[in-house]
């Protein structure tokens, strides 16, 4: 019983050393993240939240909204110069990513972050801006015209997810997480070690087709995604997100205003059929651009990207 009893501390005492080393590790690379992905823009407080934005330019106004555990350098890495000589452009970190926090310990879903960026679009003074949305930043921006239809004039969405989440992309699996604990203990242990070492097939699922640019870890923001905060803030919304398509869906008829959707055909995240043309069936007016490519074209092909995203603001 002795030598039981002495076996069992050992493997204790071996699982607790192994848990101190990743955590010493999570903080190391969520400084390094830090060090290498630092604030571009300014903070403002809305209710519930803390938001990191950049706002430049002058013109007419264009917010964009990143998706599924990204930040505004996704935008920034070439769409936003070619959009800057005509438009005013707000760049949002999402509540939970980049350097964007929410405050207190309820959720923060789909239409909670629709409510936050409509404040902070008022707090800038914006008058019914479009609204560029990816990925995951497409359910916001439509979730903010259908809660808050007076103060959008205009959807522009790109390889938006629209439609409820039936399986959920085999690179975001590690993310769908309903415990608070477990997400809390893989982000602190597991995520950013095994985030590192699969860096490389994870970008060729997300850009794929497209290869994926050897400088998306600090020019695309893509080196925070690997923060602790930022792995559960992602969990967090993948159950938003299958919580709450369903009832947002069910709503695309109440939509009054020009509604665009570009999908690239080769997207291996999202369907552009489910996603892009069952949307635009259900949405008076709306129209789908589509290109060759993968989900990450805004990054790949930001020149077709951008003269689309123009012609959007002028309808």
Known sequence: MASFLKSIAGTGAT??????????????????????????????????????YLAIGEGAPIVLIHGLGGQLRNFTYALSELLLPHHRLILVDRPGSGYSTYRGEGKCGLAVQAAMIVELMDQLGLDRPL???????GAIALAMALDHH????????????????????????????????????????????????????????????????????????????????????????????????AGIAARYGELSIPVGIMFASGDLL?????????????????????????HMFPLMQPQVTADWIMERANT
């Open 131 to 137: 609204v560029v949305g990816h990925s995951l930043g």
């Open 150 to 245: 007076d103060k959008v004039g205009g959807l522009a969405l790109l390889a938006p997810l629209t439609q409820p989440i039936e399986a959920i992309p085999q690179v975001f699996k590690a993310l769908d997480l309903r415990s608070p604990i477990a997400r809390t203990v893989l982000a602190w242990t597991l995520a950013a070690p095994a985030g590192r070492l699969g860096a490389d097939a994870a970008n060729a699922q997300v850009f794929g087709p497209e290869p994926f640019p050897a400088d998306f870890e600090t020019r695309g923001g893509a080196a925070l995604t690997l923060r602790p905060e930022a792995f559960v803030a992602a969990c967090r919304d993948v159950e938003a997100a299958r919580g709450e398509m």
């Open 15 to 52: 699982v607790l050393a192994a848990s101190a080393g990743l955590a010493a590790f999570t903080a190391w690379n969520r400084k390094r993240s830090e060090q290498l992905v630092p604030p571009d823009g300014r903070f403002a407080d809305v209710k519930g939240a803390r938001l990191h």
């Open 270 to 294: 999202l369907d552009p059929t489910v996603h892009g043309q069952t949307t635009v069936a259900a949405i008076k007016g709306a129209e789908l651009k589509m290109i060759d490519g993968g």
